[in-house]
């Protein structure tokens, strides 16, 4: 597979508003854990090869098993997930995916009760961010190394 364009050297300031958005979300009240796990199933969902290597690597670091990272993509059929962590993940497919069902209510109200209104709105952010950088890995066939 071959690269396309780099948005960072054509585009600098885009991809610098990007970053913003990065050092914002790890300020946020959401887990380290959580987040990459945020990053990972948006970045399945999106066939996003660069960012699920990016992010398991990472969630490696902070001490994730690899058992539950391979399990990330089945997530609905493990046991290996939190109740928390599974409203999360629904939260998360359901806004990668927001336009086959929108987000649903028992979603949204499932994930206010496990993270209430504040870390909601964050994960929310998380998920809009990751799925931009999704897209222009995908679109740019950018490779991780």
């Keep these: ?18 970053m913003g958005l990065e050092t914002y979300l790890v300020e946020t009240d959401v887990e380290p854990k ?3 796990l945020i990053k990972i199933r948006a970045s399945i969902i999106n066939n996003c090869a660069y960012c699920i290597q990016m992010h398991t690597e990472e969630s490696k670091r902070l001490g994730e098993s690899d058992q539950k990272l ?17 409203a999360v993940l629904k939260l998360t497919d359901e806004v990668t995916l927001v336009s086959v069902h929108g987000l649903t209510e028992a979603t949204y109200l ?16 998380q998920i809009v961010t990751i799925n931009a950088w999704n897209r ?10």
């Design 34 to 36: 959580l987040r990459q």
């Design 136 to 145: 222009i890995a995908v679109a740019t066939k950018m490779m991780h190394k």
């Design 110 to 125: 499932e994930s206010a009760k496990h993270l209430g209104e504040q870390v909601l709105a964050q994960c929310l952010m």
């Design 70 to 86: 391979y399990a990330v993509a089945a997530w609905k059929e493990s046991p290996l997930f939190t109740e928390k962590e599974r």
């Design 1 to 18: 597979m071959q690269s396309r364009i780099n948005i960072n050297q054509l585009e600098p300031k885009s991809i610098k508003a990007m």
